[in-house]
């Protein structure tokens, strides 16, 4: 069964889609869809978590890293 929905977005961002959507014999809606359903289905299949998330869990857990050592790569990252 299909329900309708209204979404709001910027002007120049739907006019894009729409172009996207007519240049790949698609609608909107179908585009819409099928983010939907991949959405859901990643965060059921990885709990919520991305990707990359999984591949860089556990990398560093025998690694000490504190505060200071976090303040002082930003210090010398931006300043």
Known sequence: MSAK???YSE???IKKVKHYAKEHNTSV???VNTFFKNLLQ???SNNGK???TDSLTG???DTKIDE???DKYL???YL
Do not use: D, P
């Open 5 to 7: 929905i209204t979404l």
């Open 11 to 13: 002007e120049e961002l």
């Open 29 to 31: 809606s179908k585009i």
């Open 42 to 44: 990643k965060n059921q």
């Open 50 to 52: 991305s990707q990359i």
């Open 59 to 61: 990398k560093i857990k």
């Open 68 to 70: 200071s050592m976090y």
């Open 75 to 77: 210090e010398e990252k």
